[in-house]
């Protein structure tokens, strides 16, 4: 396309331009994929903005030459900024892989297998409520304040004298005996605003507001400078806020399936257009030439997972999203990829209304909660050797009121639940505090918050992760307290 005249309208990358501005672009993911959105650096002050609003103020305000514009040397173009190597692999390969394997940043070439711990961080979107998952059983201010959604004793299975998890969830009672599952109460974020779109910001980023890039991004950019293609994965269609950083690649995948090259003609007609884009891009030298070889790579490891890791149905995954997704982190898993976190959300958690009673086995918080124990069951089979390595953690934007509404549900909260499972976790304890739910004891009708949700974060950074020394820079602003002990 022609370059603009002066003060006219700039045409090209328009669509997905504000994506290569990483430096004043932050992506927001919102439970309800119809609200997200994106926050603009705009002269000093952040603005909430659409996509499409975002690539007009960028293709406005910004130069983005095309890759023909920058100057060809011997080894390869210079003056390639990171931006276009992003227009780049969106113009030439997100054309040709599936929708649902479209990195959120350029690749970068393997590194090993990174490690042999492997974290998967859980995200329950939309607000989860702790009190009808893990229930007071002794407590009749919290019988008091559900008058019709409390979970009833006999529809729990007692963890100790004071709490009992959900009958729904009776798939990951197995763990929880066998001292693999510890389960925090009275945690949260000290900045809770009641807000999905800022709490999940404000949870994945977990530091200052200052700061633009997620904690397992910063954890992966301290523990080590490589940066393999899987070192951190997002089970979806794009990278989630926690794995963001300018100096890491991350990969979105939603079917190790499906991540190929998209061509018509079957697998002969597949290999001459590869033969033919290696031409094209493998002499280009540079960053052109290593993302693209990054890109094709990766294409290969996820064939060669394909062929040696078929889906199987023998370890009773859940026939839902989120019991698919699960699968494919244990395909990558027992694979060795080089994968050292992997992050999937498990949604449909915001219950204003209609909740349901734990008796009703097709009630809304019944449905999800077994999915959510179910698949995570057989995520734990599935890994078999692996799952000593692996270390599980949950988080959402905040909990729920104590008291149900006038329909039948929950409004947002503040203090919640989170889970932490795995071969390494020093389970079978519920941890954390919540006193009485009588309203004396409440935040404004809320759990308190009586333990910083990084506490837990940062003792699995700590002692699973092997990363202790970058604490301090994974949560900035963050001081630890007294260990819980969970790893």
């Known amino acids: 396309m022609e370059r603009s005249e002066p003060g006219t309208r700039k045409t090209r990358f328009t669509q997905g331009a504000s994506l290569m501005r990483e430096d004043i672009v932050t992506p927001m993911h919102h439970h309800d994929e119809a609200q997200d959105a994106l926050l603009v650096d705009v002269d000093g002050q952040t603005k909430h903005m659409t996509g499409c609003q975002a690539d007009d103020y960028v293709t406005e305000k910004y130069d983005l030459p095309e890759l023909t514009e920058v100057d060809h040397v011997d080894g390869g173009p210079t003056n390639v900024k990171r931006r276009h190597i992003l227009a780049g692999a969106a113009a030439g390969f997100g054309a040709l892989l599936t929708t649902t394997s479209v990195p959120r940043y350029s690749f970068a070439a393997p590194s090993g297998d990174g490690g042999s711990e492997l974290l998967v961080c859980v995200f329950m979107r939309g607000g989860f409520d702790g009190l009808s998952a893990v229930v007071p059983l002794n407590d009749p201010a919290y019988y008091a304040a ?8 006999e529809q729990t299975m007692p963890l100790d004298s004071t709490w009992g998890l959900n009958s729904h969830m009776k798939s990951l009672k197995p763990i929880w ?15 809770v605003s009641r807000s999905h779109f800022t709490d999940q910001v404000t949870v994945e980023r977990a530091a200052p507001a200052s700061v633009r890039s997620g904690w397992l991004g910063r954890h992966l950019q301290t523990k080590s ?3 393999g293609t899987f070192r951190g994965v997002a089970i979806g269609t794009s990278t989630v806020f926690s794995l963001t950083t300018n100096n890491l690649d991350t990969l979105a995948v939603s079917s190790i399936d499906e991540f190929d090259l998209r061509v018509w003609g079957g697998d002969d007609m597949k290999s001459r257009v590869r033969r033919a884009l290696d031409e094209m891009y493998g002499g280009a030298g540079g960053e052109v030439q290593r993302c693209a070889q990054s890109a094709f790579n990766a294409a290969s490891t996820l064939q060669q997972v394909r062929s040696s890791y078929p889906r ?3 370890a009773g995954y859940p026939d839902s999203d989120w019991g698919r997704g699960l699968a494919e982190i244990a395909r990558m898993a027992k694979a060795g990829v080089g994968m050292e976190v992997a992050c999937i959300d498990i949604g449909d958690w915001d219950m204003h209304s209609g909740l349901g009673q734990a008796a009703d086995e097709q009630a809304w918080f019944s449905r999800r909660a077994r999915d959510f124990a179910d698949g995570l069951a057989a995520f734990r089979k599935d890994l078999g050797d692996k799952w000593e390595t692996t270390t ?4 959402s934007e905040f909990g729920r009121r104590v008291a149900e509404n006038g329909s039948g549900g929950l409004d947002h909260g503040q203090g919640n639940t989170m889970f932490v499972m795995g071969g390494g976790v020093k389970g079978g304890r519920v941890l954390g505090t919540v006193p009485s739910l009588v309203e004396s004891n409440l935040s404004l009708g809320d759990v308190p918050i009586t333990l910083d949700y990084r506490q837990a974060l940062s003792e699995i950074v700590s002692n699973r992760l092997g990363n202790k020394a970058s604490v301090g820079e994974v949560f900035p602003g963050f001081t630890p307290g007294t260990p819980l002990g969970i790893v």
């Open 225 to 227: 400078t490589n940066t």
């Open 177 to 191: 005996d066998a001292g693999e599952m510890a389960i925090i109460q009275g945690s949260g974020s000290p900045d």
């Open 312 to 314: 199987t149905s023998s």
């Open 146 to 153: 559900r008058s019709t959604i409390a979970v009833r004793a």
């Open 392 to 395: 599980i953690v949950t988080m």
